[in-house]
């Protein structure tokens, strides 16, 4: 099978990972993404391949999990919270600057393929996989399958509206998808920020607020009890209609460190991440690559594949 590449495309990280031939870590690198940046982003993805290659002297077959997912027709990226990415071949490009085929799909896909084989899905029929982080997104796998969809969003929960607004939920926040209200303006890490500095709180990242809820400062508790309650409210409406029968929801730090606690309807779900790529990677490289899970864990296992993986569209 030889060496392989699996990069991890973040709103605020780029992370990647080399695995030998029997799946064990050799090297792993984590660097910011540089912000509204596009040809930052593929040269500093460039710059991590190359480095990895000239410490561990291989060449390496390459996947890479991205936010967002490439357009049936043309290979463009699409909805991505990267809005830099949108509209561009971003395949194409990095298959021009790294000199050879890589495999590419949604960040979110690539989560719900792992924690669907040995993940907090494993034997479940169906598996609905979130991730909360820089940006909002699903996947779905039925019977160890990904659901892609004609247009390669299926899953995509996060530009749906939130169901039920409250008070506390008004003014609806303004999208980058042109619309206000969706899941994602809640949810997502800023989206996290955002809502507490609305309701009188200090300007603060969802990291913060988190670690300062664990220490007892009510605003912080009070930002984190209206994102429970938000959480809970989207996801019932994903249960409603896929049914699925992984339920189980681990805790993961919001954004970075403390817990949110997941209420009755989040319980659900095969897996509510709060997305930083921390738990166990994919098939033998699953159990080894520590931390990591969802784009990486399944990049890696798309740069050892010889087929055409859903929402991607070269081969290897």
Known sequence: MGTRIGIDLGGTKIEL????????????????????????????????????????????????????????????????NSTCLNGQPLQQDLEALLRRPLRLANDANCLAMSEAADGAGAGARTVFAAILGTGVGGGIVVDQK??????????????????????????????YCGRAGCIETYLSGPGLAADHLRHGGEPLDAAAIARQATEGQRASQASLE???????????????????????????????????????????????????????????????????????????????????????????
Do not use: K
């Open 146 to 175: 990904l659901l892609v969809g004609a247009n390669a969003v299926a899953g995509e929960w996060g530009h749906n509206p939130l169901p039920l607004p409250a008070p506390d939920d008004l003014p609806l926040p303004a999208c």
């Open 226 to 316: 209206r994102y429970e309650l938000r959480l809970a409210r989207a996801l019932a409406g994903v249960i409603n209609l896929l049914d699925p029968d992984g339920h189980r929801a681990r805790r993961r730090p919001v954004a970075d460190r403390a817990p949110v606690r997941a209420r009755t309807a989040a319980v659900g779900c095969a897996r509510v991440l709060r997305h930083r790529l921390h738990a166990p990677a994919a098939g033998t490289a699953r159990r080894r690559l520590g931390r990591t899970r969802g784009g990486l864990a399944v990049a890696v296992e798309l740069s050892a594949s010889s087929g055409n993986s859903p929402g991607q569209r070269g081969t290897v």
């Open 17 to 80: 990972v080399v695995l030998d031939a029997d799946g064990r870590e050799r090297w792993r690198r984590r660097v910011p993404t540089p912000q509204g940046d596009y040809g930052g982003t593929l040269r500093a993805i460039a710059a991590l391949v190359e480095e990895a290659e000239r410490l561990t002297g291989a060449g390496a077959r390459i996947g890479v999990g991205t936010p967002g997912s490439p357009s049936p027709r043309d290979g463009r990226i699409r909805n991505a």
